[in-house]
């Protein structure tokens, strides 16, 4: 290839790069004006109406506070602080049991560390199905179960603490050096004293980085979940908000609280970070050098086994210690003591099996068959299912296994297997028995009102004075496609494949293609349309929320950069505006924004990019302090103008940064934007949480949460993926 064959090559790739750089910021830029544009029609109320009023509501709440003065702003903040103490035990206890859980699941899945094959790679999965469920859902389902109390919060934000921390673990013991492990190997050493001599000691500080970087992380986590009834300063702002008016000094105190701690918990986080850095770094430069002499060298080094053994023993006790206390400031053992296990029972069984109910009213002698007892989906008298036969007055139901119940008039007959007859007869004032001789099972319950029978999970039979009701557990999900009064409800899969394509039409105005996909999209047992609407929400808030706040972080980071900013004043006003951004929780921006703008994907949007301006532009200002300056001199030396150096000396720099984080940002968001949608925002978890408040249909509720989980670890792999292909193929280009 000769000299101009090269020269033109070059100048080729350049239009194409420019060209593509060019399309990409056009895209983005199309996104982000179609997703406001979509958003905002289907808000609530609309962000132009609602941007006059953005400032009413944080100016009702600061001119409550300015009347109650400071000493009684200072009396509130008091009287709230035991509220916090719990939300910071909640994040540190969380914290805790989730790094322990994360550092010994992350040895058995990291593959250069000797773990079996059959153990890491399910332990990879089950770190990744942990990472990707939100807090929110398992703080509510164990709020069900155990009552509102700190602990659910706790156990949850440690579930998740164990797949994130565990996933970063991972990563870190994958990147040490195995020549100390395999020193110990020839040695004789065991796998657990190969890590405990030839892995922790390397892998400590980042997991320590790691550990508190996620206890600032978890401790807004826990004060959302106080919202949905976990308790600490979360609960108390959902009491002040929703009283209104004359609560606004309450509100205001409490967010100044949440604000604070987080701020100071955020440069604790920092500064112990740093110490850490540091340190790793002065224990490298000590150990290169040799001019101190040995018996100093000796010194040194006894001094530092001495500190890193007492260390070993102190850390984990004043852990464990900590731990006792939160078992007990939280009460867990009453808190187990009290706990309801049957409803967990009920709860998984309604989940994955629906039931059929035979019913009859004593009042009226009348016996209906309906699918989870809805009228819009009760049997007619001549389409009975093959396990009920009627005969004159005679009901026969056949509940498998040679259980039988037989309804006649006011007397219910049971006939159980390995006990035998039961006889109930309703009376006006009572229930009478006929029970088999010998002890009564477990599961049966029987008094003068109430009898209650449920010797398996599939079958229940029930009787009051006033009905018998007798319940048939199927598995799976009850009407899932088709609604039951359609004309397609009971066909099955190759049926309906057929008609889809019969020229006889179901219904003239429309293909039957069309006519099975209306039955299944409107289906108002599960509201499929609905769902995905809310999904497609979700998703829109977190793409929006995430574009906006990496776009609108970039130019501020150059703001906030000493090497691009000359002026103190401006740097020191960035990064403080950085710092109020990242402090205040979307949680409570999202409050703010939806008194102003309504429930809708824009509130949440707006919430996400505001909090995420902060967080994006700290990143991408340490970034910019980290580029390489000869690179920009040398773009300067063609010529260039300042806007040319940004463009072909800083931004090829900084793109990896750039991209991974706002992927990795625009894959945890997608979680954010499901718990502050249950807030009120709106979206799929919205939705979840309205479905949670009935406690009857379960198996929609897990419709929705298996529906989020895929989303959530569907936007994991894509941003995975994407960083991979972006940030893999910039460095090979730029190799």
């Not at 999900?477 to 009064?485: K, L, Y």
């Amino acid at each position: 290839m000769t000299f101009a064959d090269l020269e033109s090559e070059i100048v080729r790739q350049t239009r194409r790069r420019q060209m593509y750089s060019g399309l990409a910021v056009l895209i983005v830029a199309a996104v982000l004006i179609a997703g406001f544009d979509v958003s905002n029609s289907m808000n609530s109320g609309s962000f132009w109406t609602g941007l006059g009023q953005f400032f009413d509501y944080p100016a009702g709440l600061l001119s409550e506070a300015w009347e109650t003065g400071l000493i009684g702003m200072a009396e509130l903040m008091w009287r709230f602080l035991p509220a916090l103490i719990e939300t910071l035990n909640i994040a540190v206890a969380a914290t805790l049991l989730g790094g322990l859980g994360a550092s010994v699941l992350s040895l058995a899945a990291t593959p250069n560390l000797g773990a079996p094959a059959w153990l890491r790679l399910p332990l990879r999965r089950v770190l990744d199905v942990m990472r990707a469920f939100p807090e929110l859902i398992i703080a509510l389902f164990l709020i069900f179960v155990l009552g509102t109390s700190p602990v659910p919060a706790m156990i949850a934000v440690a579930f998740h603490t164990v797949g994130a921390l565990g996933k970063l673990f991972s990563e870190v013991n994958e990147n040490i050096d195995v020549k100390p492990m395999e020193g110990l190997a020839s040695s004789g050493a065991s796998w657990f004293q190969r890590i405990r001599y030839g892995v922790i000691p390397q892998v400590a500080p980042n997991w320590l980085s790691y550990f508190l970087l996620r206890l600032e992380i978890n401790v807004r986590a826990s004060a959302i979940l106080g919202f949905v009834g976990a308790g600490g300063i979360g609960t108390e702002l959902r009491r002040t908000i929703g009283w209104g008016q004359g609560s606004g000094d309450e509100t205001i105190a409490l967010f100044v609280l949440l604000i604070v701690s987080i701020f100071l918990i955020d440069q604790l986080s920092s500064w112990g970070r740093a110490r850490l850095a540091g340190r790793q770094g002065q224990g490298e430069e000590t150990s290169a050098q040799t001019a101190h002499g040995h018996e100093n060298r000796v010194a040194r080094v006894r001094a530092m086994v001495r500190r890193r053994t007492a260390l070993t023993v102190l850390a984990p006790a004043l852990a464990l210690g900590y731990l006792a206390y939160a078992w007990v400031a939280f009460d867990v053992t009453g808190l187990i003591a009290s706990a309801r296990p049957e409803r967990a029972a009920i709860l998984a069984t309604d989940s994955v099996m629906y039931k059929t109910h035979v019913e009859e009213s004593l009042r009226t002698g009348e016996v209906e068959v309906a699918i989870e007892g809805e009228r819009t989906a009760t049997y007619a008298p001549d389409a009975l299912p093959d396990w009920v036969r009627v005969d004159g007055e005679t009901w026969d139901v056949d509940l498998g296994d040679g259980w039988r119940v037989t309804l006649d008039g006011p007397r219910m007959t049971v006939e159980a297997p390995g006990y035998g007859t039961i006889r109930v007869t309703a009376q006006e004032r009572e229930l009478l028995y006929d029970l088999p001789a010998g002890p009564q099972p477990d599961w049966l319950r029987t008094d003068p009102v109430k009898f209650d029978m449920r010797p398996e999970i599939g079958k229940r039979v029930q009787a009051s004075r006033a009905k018998f009701e007798i319940h048939r557990y199927h598995w799976g999900w009850e009407n899932f496609w088709f609604p039951f009064r359609s004309p397609l409800w009971g066909m099955s899969a190759g049926e309906v494949w057929s008609l889809a394509w019969s020229p006889d039409r179901l219904d003239p105005a429309m293909s039957n293609a069309a006519f099975i996909f209306d039955q299944v999209w409107t289906n108002p047992d599960w509201m499929h349309g609905e769902v995905f609407k809310a999904l497609l929400e979700t998703i829109m808030m977190a793409l929006l929320g995430t574009l906006v706040a990496a776009f609108v972080g970039l130019p501020l980071a150059f703001l906030a950069a000493a090497n691009f900013t000359p002026s103190l004043a401006l740097r020191f006003g960035v990064r403080r505006l950085f710092d109020l951004l990242r402090g205040i929780d979307m949680l409570i921006w999202s409050l703010i924004f939806i008194r102003a703008f309504g429930l809708g994907p824009l509130t949440g949007a707006l919430a996400i990019a505001f909090t995420d301006t902060g967080s994006l532009g700290k990143l991408f200002s340490e970034a910019l302090e980290n580029v390489d300056d000869k690179q920009i001199e040398g773009v300067h030396s063609t010529g260039a103008s300042q806007l040319q150096r940004y463009r072909f000396g800083v931004l090829p720099q900084i793109l990896p940064v750039f991209l991974s984080q706002a992927l990795y940002y625009l894959e945890s968001n997608t979680r954010s934007a499901t718990v502050i949608g249950a807030l009120g925002a709106g979206g799929i978890g919205l939705m979840l949480v309205e479905t949670m408040r009935t406690s009857r249909d379960w198996e929609n509720t897990l419709y929705i949460i298996v529906l989020t989980i895929l989303v959530v670890f569907a936007m994991d792999a894509l941003s995975g993926w994407l960083r991979r292909r972006l940030i893999q193929g910039h460095e090979a280009r730029e190799v």
